[in-house]
């Protein structure tokens, strides 16, 4: 009876995971300057957002059809979660693994908005959804605080890349 317990357990827990492949930690914010300071042809797409915040929710299958029309190419989509770090199993974790998210996922851990908000971008209020596509080596850095479509976000990253 052990063993079969035992192996629920093991099922439940596996269940709940992320697909294989995919990163999911949680991070303070000297790592989040770490990824957003990548020198290198790269362009990254970071999008700020929460479980909890409607219009991120909504925005983020159009986020994911567009890390596949650009695998390959030079393009990064980045997720950065703004849950509560006691939600990172109940509530991130379910999510990431309901919608199948092969992109890299970081709960970013800082309670303290106000202490890196303006560090992440000047013009940047704390609005949920925000997004912003960083390219250093090129000198892109544009904030967008609001929800996308495909096609809006599509029309920003296509001349970028190409």
């Known amino acids: 009876m052990k063993n079969i317990l035992g192996l629920f357990v093991l099922l439940a827990i596996l269940n709940a995971l992320p697909c294989a492949g ?4 949680i991070i303070k914010f000297p790592q989040l300057q770490e990824l957003m300071g990548k020198q290198n042809d790269t ?8 479980t909890w915040c409607g ?15 650009y695998a ?3 393009v990064k989509f980045i997720f950065i979660s703004l849950d509560f770090k006691k939600d990172f199993e109940t509530a991130l974790i379910p999510f990431l693994a309901k ?3 092969k992109d890299d996922v970081f709960l970013l851990d800082e309670p303290d908005y106000n202490s890196w908000i ?8 704390g609005d949920l959804p925000s997004t912003v596509i960083l390219n250093n ?3 892109i850095k544009q904030l967008y605080p609001h929800e996308f479509t495909y096609e809006e976000l599509d029309k920003i ?3 970028i890349v190409q």
């Open 22 to 25: 995919q990163t999911v930690a």
């Open 43 to 50: 362009t990254y797409i970071f999008n700020f957002w929460a």
């Open 55 to 69: 219009p991120c929710v909504k925005e983020f299958p159009e986020f994911q059809a567009l890390s596949s029309t």
């Open 72 to 74: 390959g190419k030079k």
């Open 99 to 101: 919608h199948n998210v």
């Open 118 to 125: 303006d560090k992440v971008e000047t013009a940047w209020n």
């Open 137 to 139: 080596a090129r000198k």
């Open 157 to 159: 990253i296509k001349p």
